[in-house]
């Protein structure tokens, strides 16, 4: 009977019924809309560098981040490789020896990053072969280099040339040699083009004098959602090594400070939005709850209890509520499924902007049910503190004087 | 049997700048199977008094037995069960639930009671019958006239197999048929189910149709007379 009363109540007004169950529901879509393309993006972005450069956990020495210096290397063992590919949840351990030397050819010379690298291993976290413009890739020991295009251009140095590096060594130990350049990379990111020299990792052992020695580890995941207990299992393997497992939340700090930062804005942005939202459905109750109270009045006077009442308005906001909250996740769904499967171009300038930082120009949805979940209890919240107004009308209500208020 | 008993009851509102006595002094005794109006002039109390008869309003001071329970001392959340179980009530016009049907509105006061689903089916379509609505029993109260929810009114009100229907100008806004004909069967539910009825009201042909008539002025019984009428044209 409760239920009747509720249901039909709700349809007394179906107009009104309808713009509230729809202001809900644009709430809700535009909510799910907006941030399933922020955290969406967010997360592209985090993949991107992550991809790009650090991997998801890198091991080092104890320091060597803050210093990057090539006395803070450390040597790598089979048996440590091995330990650390043999957690599930590692796809790749790729070593990487990275210092400074002067690159000249000539009459030109600058400072440059020399990284060594095992080709193969590389390809499988960073994929640097599809920036390789001219030339050959790297063989797994081969003695060439490869030069980024726009330092590349600084030396007027090409491919087949030989390049000359000079700096210093493991232990300050001096480090010269000479090294014809297989390919030209170029890299979409400014920076990384004007300094990048790649070389092969025993080639670049040698030149610094540092055997078997390297200065990260960087480990690509299966599943990056669970690199907390991924790093657990590391840190266990790595303990008496006197090395640290840093995952990339440590190692991109300004990334994570932006998205941060982004975030908090539009999570204000929604904010208002349901704050809107509530006003919206808080107005709705109190016309539902004052166009009523004459006959709130004759109820309670012929014998209905008032929890009674109060349950059956209580309902009527929840079916409101649900009306709002199932339409929206419904209609959303498709939308934001669709854009998560045919992520959005960015256009023009913005696109350009985006692609020279070495980011695909795309806008990308997170499909999130969590999220979901999340938003569809904040609209609930709601609903359930507007249904508060009609029942402390009710636990107030007076007989005579509900029955005597005029509509 | 003595069903309403007042017991020196006074109503005062001093809320504005002069005390309304609304209900001055009232002590009377209503038996079971009575058929009352009670008469008055506009103001005279007779609002005020059925009020608190009916359990809606405390007095300011003075006793309200209703079957030998003194409703006066009963908390708020008994007397609204109290009410249900008792007193039917009939008020002057939107009576109904509106979302609604007749047939519902009259098994609503029996669900709130808990009565058996059977017996609520059985009693809902003979008491439309009985006050001549079994035709439109799925019928919502908007589409009904005055005359009509006011029968389902009370029709709603016996649902509830009250000690006695309280009816506060019942017809105050029906035509003169409609009024002869809420009438006809109020006093027909009096006279065959032993129904007691008190009602108040304006209009001198509803006057005349009750056995009792109680006539008060400025919250005070003027005069209590109970008259010869024609039952059914027969006496
Ligand atoms: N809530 C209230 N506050 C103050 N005064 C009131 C209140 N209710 C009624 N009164 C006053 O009490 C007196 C009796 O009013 P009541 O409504 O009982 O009269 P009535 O006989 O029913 O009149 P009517 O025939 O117009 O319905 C009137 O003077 C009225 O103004
Ligand atoms: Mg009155």
């Known amino acids: 009977m409760l239920y009747t009363l509720a249901w039909r109540n709700i349809w007394r007004n179906k107009r009104r019924t309808l713009i509230t169950a729809a202001s809900v529901l644009s709430a809700l879509l535009f909510a799910l809309f907006t941030r399933s393309m922020q955290i969406g993006t967010y997360a592209k972005m985090v993949d991107n560098l992550v991809q790009a450069y650090t991997g998801y956990i890198q091991v080092q020495k104890k320091g060597y981040w803050e210093n990057k210096d090539i006395n803070q290397s450390f040597k790598v063992s089979d048996t440590l490789v091995d330990k650390i590919s043999s957690i599930l949840n590692v796809s790749a351990v790729v070593p990487r020896l990275e210092y400074f030397a002067l690159a000249s050819f000539e009459l030109q010379a600058k400072g440059s990053a020399i990284i060594g690298i095992d080709p193969e291993k590389e390809e499988k976290l960073t994929h640097l072969k599809k920036w ?25 140095i090409n491919v087949g040339d030989t390049i000359v590096l000079i700096g210093q060594g493991y232990h300050g130990v001096s480090a010269a040699g000479k090294f014809p350049v297989r390919g030209i990379l170029r890299f979409p990111s ?42 657990q299992l590391i840190d266990e393997i790595i303990r008496s090594h006197n090395l640290v497992a840093m995952p990339w939340q440590e190692m991109l700090v300004e990334l994570v400070q932006y998205i941060k930062q982004d975030n908090a804005s539009g999570l204000i942005m929604l904010a208002i939005l349901y704050l809107v939202v509530a006003f919206g459905v808080f107005g709705t109750v109190v016309m539902m709850t004052s166009e009523r109270i004459r006959e709130f009045g004759i109820m309670v006077s012929i014998g209905m209890k008032k929890w009674k009442l109060a349950v059956v308005t209580l309902l009527e906001m929840l ?63 709601i609903v359930l503190c507007a249904a508060c107004y009609p029942m402390i009308r009710i636990f107030k209500l007076k007989e005579i004087k509900a029955i005597h208020s005029r509509m | 049997m003595e069903i309403i008993q007042l017991k020196d009851l006074y109503k005062i509102y001093d809320e504005g700048a002069v005390a309304v006595n609304a209900v001055n002094g009232i002590s009377l005794t209503i038996s079971e199977g009575e058929f009352t109006a009670i008469v008055g002039p506009s103001g005279s109390g007779k609002t ?33 069960d109290f009410r249900l179980n008792n007193i039917g009530f009939v008020f002057q016009s939107y009576n ?20 058996p689903l059977a017996e609520r089916h059985k009693r809902t379509i003979d008491l439309l019958e009985s006050v001549g609505l079994g035709d439109k029993k799925d019928i919502r109260p908007r589409h009904l006239s005055g005359g009509q929810q006011q029968r389902v009114a009370v029709a709603r ?27 006809d069967i109020m006093e027909r539910l009096n006279h065959e189910e032993k129904i007691t009825f008190l009602f108040s009201t304006h209009d001198q042909r509803v006057v005349n149709k009750a056995h009792r008539v109680i006539t008060i002025e400025d919250g005070k019984v003027l005069s209590d007379i109970y008259q010869e009428v024609l039952v059914h044209g027969k006496h």
Do not use: W
């Open chain 2, 48 to 80: 005020t008094l059925l009020n608190l008869i009916g359990g809606l309003d405390r007095p300011t001071s003075g006793e309200v037995f209703i079957n030998g329970t003194e409703i006066t001392k009963l908390k708020s959340k008994e007397l609204i």
């Open chain 2, 96 to 115: 109904l639930i509106p979302v609604l049907t007749a047939h519902e509105n009259v098994e609503f006061i029996m669900q709130l009671q808990n009565k």
């Open chain 1, 319 to 381: 079916m409101l509520g649900v009306l709002g909250i199932f339409s929206g996740v419904i209609v959303s769904l498709p939308i934001i499924g669709y854009y998560y499967l045919h992520p959005v171009n960015y256009g023009g300038d913005m696109g350009e902007l985006i692609e020279k930082f070495g980011f695909e120009p795309k806008m990308y949805f997170a499909l999130q049910p969590d999220f979901y979940v999340g938003q569809s209890l904040i609209v609930a919240l």
């Open chain 1, 190 to 231: 400014p920076d990384l083009d004007g300094q990048m020299i790649y070389m092969s990792l025993p080639n670049c052992q040698e030149f610094f004098s540092a055997e078997n020695r390297v200065t990260s580890l960087a480990l690509n995941l299966n599943n990056p959602d669970e690199l907390d207990r991924t790093k």
């Open chain 2, 157 to 183: 009100a016996l649902a509830s197999k009250p000690r006695f229907i309280l009816a506060d100008e019942p017809t105050a806004n029906l035509d003169s048929r409609a009024t002869t004909n809420l009438l």
């Open chain 1, 132 to 156: 390789l413009r001219n030339g050959v890739f790297l063989s797994t020991d081969d003695n060439g280099v490869l030069i980024a295009s726009k330092l590349a251009g600084y030396l007027k």
